[in-house]
């Protein structure tokens, strides 16, 4: 079951602007998270946000998280050639699951 | 350094072959996972683990067994694989505990099932 999906499929940015990924969920959950994946790599963790938490930063990266919509969000400020990569959140109960992705270009 | 490594990288099987992915971790986690990655269906968990001796159900097992000999080690078993098994495969290993909220991912398996 797909109980975590991004809300749009792709988005296109020029280095330095900032952008925003969506992702709503089905369920009630203990945690959130968000990972990236780069082209011919495994997905890498970005930020973990719990239920009780309303915003977490990691540098350039700000998720927020709306328990009452079921909703979250992760910003990138100052996007850089190197953010290009498919965005994924993931709902955390008893296993990480994931939605389909947004797949980021950032152009130069 | 955290490491969740993978073997083989890349496989071909024959349908009706068996076929064993290996998963191995040095972040002494408790808890294993096994996804399978197919364009346009982002990361589905066909399988995971607690903890030595245990394997669970994750969505889509059917086709699958896991097995967790050790803390450090879990294996993804096709034991008549089919074309439709066909995909780039995943392992990860993560604590979600108070004070732990770390998950890493493997690089990944290729599997092509003729």
């Known amino acids: 079951s797909q109980l975590a999906e991004e809300n749009l499929w792709a988005l296109s940015v020029h280095e330095g602007e900032s952008v925003t990924v969506n992702c709503s969920y089905k369920?009630?959950?203990?945690?959130l998270q968000w990972y990236r994946q780069k082209s011919g790599e495994g997905p890498a963790q970005l930020i973990l946000?719990?239920?009780?938490?309303r915003e977490k930063r990691n540098g350039r990266l700000r998720a927020t998280l709306d328990t009452s919509s079921q909703s979250s969000s992760l910003s990138i400020t100052a996007t850089r050639c190197e953010d290009t990569a498919v965005y994924f959140c993931a709902t955390d109960n008893n296993a990480p699951r994931f939605g389909a992705g947004t797949k980021l270009s950032v152009k130069p | 350094e955290a490491a969740v490594t993978q073997s083989p990288r890349n496989k071909v099987a024959v349908t009706g072959g068996k076929v064993t992915l290996s998963c191995n971790q040095t972040n002494n986690h408790n808890n294993m996972y096994w996804y399978r990655q197919d364009t346009g269906h982002g990361l589905r968990l066909i399988h995971y683990s607690y903890g030595a001796g245990s394997t669970e159900k994750g969505d889509i097992p059917d086709g699958y067994k896991a097995s967790r000999p050790s803390q450090e080690n879990f294996s993804l078993i096709l034991e008549l694989a089919t074309p439709s098994q066909t995909s780039v495969y995943f392992c990860a290993s993560g604590d979600l505990g108070l004070n732990q909220d770390t998950q890493y991912f493997g690089p990944g398996t290729r599997l092509l099932v003729l």
């Open positions: 369920t009630s959950i203990t945690a």
């Open positions: 946000i719990r239920s009780n938490e």
